[in-house]
């Protein structure tokens, strides 16, 4: 991801297709095989299985990392699957840190939008009409009067001494008229995160105080784009794409309320697009922790790669069990495996001489007899 910092508790987005996966079959029906672990290949890792359909080879499956390491090329994390005995008891919550208050993946498996963290937030209505084929799996279709709403909860709260930080993958149709991405209203103050004509851009009112961005953010119609909002003690950011585009001075103080996805309060100002992995912190994120998600959940992730497997199928890739034996060979290895061809070749003989005795042997007894 060229970050430059360490970030520990990372949900990393590992993608499976046809493409750079060819072990569908070998998988059970409710992934209860399906394992990872860490790269000293002990340390069990925790996983949510976002989207999984085996007809048409496709599988989403966040993976908690327990740090992601900056300033390297390289880390490797381990995949184990076709245990037909292996027994699955994962929750969704295990896969997030715990400063993530709120992730809405929008699922296209469940019956209505829910909050898959442990903290399981109440979303107050499910006007939005899931998308299956968005982003990431499934994702929510906002048409101006459509938005949610999240109860309001300790989880949720923002303060200055930890600050917040809200993200989504967004996709404005057309151009927006003013259209409200996230709302937070606490009696006379309130912050949001909005597109006016395309323009990004994020706004606090701290009690009569107003604070806002520069509108110089330009965004792309009808295109998916990574977007966040961190609200430190005293600077509010606006991130796209995983590079800082704003950042201004600020002053405020605890906000409480509701939370409204899509519009402002009331349903005000409504975002006319597409949403997907909405997300809540409830501390100031690092610009490289954006920067992981913002590379790793687009659709050319060049985050994680994935190799072959070593044993069970793969037959695509031409790394079968011979290969991965030879290619793992050092020194001694082939030292061992020179003397036993040396060996073998002593056995063929002895065994092949042997065979032409008998042979003689039983045709002398022949003519004997």
Known sequence: ?????????VPVL??????????????????????????????????????????NQMLFVWVKLPQLTGGIATERVWMYYGNADAVGTVASGDAYEISQSLVLPFSGSDAQISDKTAYANVIENHEAALNPASIIGGGVQLGGTQYLTIQDSPAMRMVPETGATFSAWIKPIGTQVD???????SGSSHVELAVSGNLLYAKLNNGGSVFETPRS???????????????????????????MQASIPVQWS???????????????????????EVRFDKIARPQDWIKVAAINQG???TLVAVQPAEQLGSGGHGNQMFDVILGSLDEAGW???????????????????????IRRSSKDNEAFL
């Open 14 to 55: 590992v993608r499976l297709h046809a493409g750079n996966f060819q072990d569908f079959m070998l998988l059970k029906d409710d992934l209860s095989d399906l394992r990872f672990v860490a790269n000293d290949d002990k340390t069990p890792l925790k996983h949510y299985v976002e989207h999984f359909d085996p007809i």
């Open 299 to 301: 659709a050319m992730d």
């Open 335 to 357: 030292a061992v495996i020179f003397v036993l061809a040396i060996m073998a070749v002593f056995c063929w003989m002895v065994t092949i001489g042997k065979s032409l005795y």
């Open 179 to 185: 259209g409200v991405v996230f709302a937070r209203h």
């Open 217 to 243: 953010v330009q965004l792309a119609a009808d295109s998916w784009q990574h977007v966040a909002m961190v609200l430190s003690a005293d600077n509010l950011k606006v991130v796209v794409n995983g590079e």
């Open 1 to 9: 991801a060229n970050i430059e910092t360490s970030q520990t508790e």
């Open 254 to 276: 605890e906000l409480g309320g509701s939370t409204t996805i899509g519009a402002s309060l009331n349903g005000e100002r409504g975002f006319v697009g597409e949403l997907d």
